[in-house]
């Protein structure tokens, strides 16, 4: 084990996560104002319609799909039941679906972004960083989905990265589980984990905005105005 896997695998993700558990705390208390994802639609909707329904769906499968492969141990599905062929069958094919769906979401708000000049025009810095790193991300674990796993690749991440990862939420990491892992894996690894690290300086933050309070707000009733006669 050589000082760049400790430090890629062990000290990294730490780095990353605490940037991203400190970073919201800090963000909420400093600026309550800035905390939205700014919205674009008045600049351009057509696009923006598509890719971000096709993105929003999407990624919230693609989250799923993660919280089951990677923080839901391999021997709980054994214990119910479910075997290999039956979760690589939906890891490929339901997995692959909602990669497509998120794959085609981000490259249209990528497009959108660079190709619609006032919109350019108003984006930060990190508007942009963000989108170029989401699609990093995206497309290498989309990737490594099909491109690697469909075909027959024999590096099973379930037996690796979620014990990894486990291992760094439990503070007993155990960095040779990846530091051989293949290249695309590990760039998906990293990227994302840059992701979490930037995420509460950017306007990802909105995701924690879920307007839950709207399920039980009344209705607002308008009445129209009616000019008295004189």
């Known amino acids: ?24 705390i ?25 890719g971000s329904v096709l993105f929003h769906w999407g990624i919230l499968f693609v989250f799923l799909g993660h919280v089951a492969g990677i923080l839901v141990p391999k021997a709980f599905y054994e214990s119910i039941g479910i075997t290999e062929e ?3 069958f939906g890891a490929v094919w339901f997995g692959g679906a ?11 708000l990528l497009w959108r972004r660079l190709s619609v000049r006032r919109l350019l025009r108003h984006s930060s810095k990190s508007d942009l960083v963000v ?4 699609t990093i991300v995206i497309l290498t ?20 990265i979620g014990p990894w990862f486990r291992g760094i939420l439990t503070f007993r ?14 760039i998906h690894i990293l990227s994302a984990l840059l992701l979490f690290g930037i995420w509460p300086f950017t306007r990802l933050v909105h995701v924690w905005s879920v ?14 105005m009616r000019a008295k006669k004189i």
């Open 141 to 160: 674990g989309f990737t490594n989905t099909v491109g690697y796993t469909a075909t027959g690749g024999t590096f099973d991440y379930r037996d690796t």
């Open 131 to 134: 989108l170029l790193l989401l």
């Open 26 to 50: 800090y963000r909420y208390n400093t600026d309550q104002f800035g905390w939205s994802a700014k919205s674009s639609e008045f600049l351009e909707k057509r696009r923006l319609r598509w």
């Open 173 to 186: 990491p155990l960095p040779q589980l990846v530091s051989d892992a293949p290249i695309g894996f590990q």
């Open 211 to 224: 307007p839950l309070t709207y399920l039980n707000r009344h209705y607002v009733v308008y009445r129209r």
């Open 1 to 24: 084990m050589t000082l760049l896997d400790q430090f890629l695998w062990v000290i990294y993700p730490y780095i990353m996560l605490t940037l991203f558990v400190a970073g919201h």
């Open 98 to 108: 909602a990669g497509i769906a998120t794959v085609i979401g981000v490259v249209l």
């Open 86 to 88: 039956m979760y690589h």
